[in-house]
């Protein structure tokens, strides 16, 4: 009998074998950390006094940071504004040793920067300076170029769609690409948000949370129990063709319907001391594709994704998940004796 020890050793190895092309929407993540001990004289709001500031490539560039972090090789695909923050973003991914081929720079964007407030250990205000409008003719058609030179000559294995509804993403980047993907038998892993949800045909999992899950399918106002949600899910992934359609669900655990099985999975969530959500859902969908890359059963990816994206949560601000830490709680939780 393979020993666990083993199981992850080839988990891991297979990890750094990948090569993964992300596309989506980018963004800086800045953050203003201060103190807060009085009032504005000006208007009732809070002075925040700062003593440190920092900045992350965020959005889909976070899914590359967390699919290098796990020892794969990300590709990253995605337009922004020929500015100053456009640059200062750049300079970033190479900061994080990520790959700067495929970043896209139009006079027409704005580079999308979200401002987060920090006073006195939590979040007090975001400012988000964006430009959200879809990509116009001639950006989206190099775009595409972009990715079919990806797809025919880098190797990749799975493509994410990494969408923050800021407008890179839109139904013929993703019917093209999907088709293209398709024809060469590589995986298709969507983290949706609501402008392009019923968008997403023919893929391999698609992972909305499930407050997302709710927006995409119009139902914003119903509180859905297990087996309503369990209803929604085979129906959008029999109408859409989704083999697998994972939902994260916070403190409720993951859900996973297989199309092809009709079977339908619950995955109770870890036990946690939460200090920061932020970055989990990237998190989840990065390790999520790696596993099914790398051959692991769709139920025992959605674990082991679900692993992930708890781990993260112990850290303040966004982070990728540790390797290390992740093969540890592999091995405690016994994840891939059950393959």
Same mark, same amino acid.
């Given at each position: 009998?393979?020993?666990?020890?083993?199981?992850?050793?080839? /988990?891991?190895?297979?990890?750094?074998?990948?090569? =993964?092309?992300?596309?989506?929407?980018?963004?800086?993540?800045?953050?203003?950390?201060?103190?807060?001990?009085?009032?504005? @004289?000006?208007?009732? =709001?809070?002075?925040?006094?700062?003593?440190? +500031?920092?900045?992350? @490539?965020?959005?889909?560039?976070?899914?590359? !940071?967390?699919?290098?972090?796990?020892?794969?090789? @990300?590709?990253?695909?995605?337009?922004?504004?020929?500015?100053?923050?456009?640059?200062?973003?750049?300079?970033?991914?190479?900061?994080?040793?990520? %790959?700067?081929?495929?970043?896209?720079?139009?006079?027409?964007?704005?580079?999308?920067?979200?401002?987060?407030? /920090?006073?006195?250990?939590?979040?007090?205000?975001?400012?988000?300076?964006?430009?959200?409008?879809?990509?116009?003719?001639?950006?989206?058609?190099?775009?595409?170029?972009?990715?079919?030179?990806? #797809?025919?000559?880098?190797?990749?294995?799975?493509?994410?769609?990494?969408?923050?509804?800021?407008?890179?993403?839109?139904?013929?980047?993703?019917?093209?690409?999907?088709?293209?993907?398709?024809?060469?038998? /590589?995986?298709?892993?969507?983290?949706?948000?609501?402008?392009?949800?019923?968008?997403?045909?023919?893929?391999?999992?698609?992972?909305?949370?499930?407050?997302?899950? +709710?927006?995409?399918?119009?139902?914003?106002?119903?509180? /859905?129990?297990?087996?309503?949600?369990?209803?929604?899910?085979?129906?959008?992934?029999?109408?859409?063709?989704?083999?697998?359609?994972?939902?994260?669900?916070?403190?409720?655990?993951?859900?996973?319907?297989?199309?092809?099985?009709?079977?339908?999975?619950?995955?109770?969530?870890?036990?946690?001391?939460?200090? %920061?959500?932020?970055?989990?859902?990237?998190?989840?969908?990065? =390790?999520?594709?790696?596993?099914?890359?790398?051959?692991?059963?769709?139920?025992?990816?959605?674990? #082991?994704?679900?692993?992930?994206?708890? !781990?993260?949560?112990?850290?303040?601000?966004?982070?990728?998940?540790?390797?290390?830490?992740?093969?540890?709680?592999?091995?405690?939780?016994?994840?891939?004796?059950?393959?």
């Amino acid at each position: 009998m393979i020993s666990i020890k083993l199981m992850i050793d080839d /988990l891991l190895r297979k990890f750094s074998q990948a090569r =993964v092309l992300v596309i989506g929407d980018v963004m800086i993540d800045a953050y203003l950390k201060g103190n807060v001990g009085r009032i504005s @004289p000006e208007a009732p =709001v809070p002075i925040v006094d700062v003593t440190e +500031r920092y900045y992350r @490539p965020g959005g889909a560039a976070n899914v590359a !940071i967390n699919l290098s972090a796990l020892g794969a090789k @990300p590709l990253l695909c995605s337009v922004i504004g020929n500015d100053e923050k456009g640059r200062d973003f750049a300079d970033l991914m190479v900061e994080h040793q990520l %790959d700067t081929t495929y970043l896209l720079r139009s006079d027409q964007r704005k580079t999308t920067v979200k401002y987060r407030i /920090l006073a006195n250990s939590r979040q007090v205000l975001r400012v988000d300076e964006e430009d959200a409008t879809p990509l116009n003719e001639s950006d989206a058609s190099n775009l595409l170029k972009t990715i079919r030179h990806i #797809i025919d000559n880098e190797e990749v294995g799975a493509i994410v769609f990494e969408d923050y509804d800021k407008g890179v993403i839109s139904p013929d980047v993703i019917a093209q690409v999907v088709t293209w993907a398709n024809q060469k038998n /590589l995986i298709v892993t969507v983290d949706p948000k609501k402008r392009n949800f019923i968008h997403y045909q023919n893929v391999t999992m698609f992972k909305p949370n499930l407050k997302e899950l +709710r927006e995409g399918l119009e139902e914003n106002n119903a509180e /859905l129990n297990l087996e309503q949600i369990e209803q929604r899910m085979r129906q959008f992934a029999q109408k859409q063709n989704i083999r697998y359609l994972f939902t994260t669900m916070s403190e409720n655990g993951v859900a996973l319907y297989d199309h092809a099985t009709n079977e339908f999975y619950t995955q109770p969530a870890y036990l946690r001391r939460i200090s %920061d959500v932020s970055g989990a859902g990237d998190t989840v969908i990065s =390790v999520a594709t790696l596993c099914l890359l790398s051959g692991v059963p769709a139920a025992h990816s959605a674990q #082991i994704a679900n692993l992930a994206g708890g !781990i993260v949560c112990e850290y303040s601000g966004v982070t990728p998940v540790p390797l290390d830490r992740l093969a540890d709680e592999i091995r405690k939780y016994e994840i891939l004796t059950n393959i």
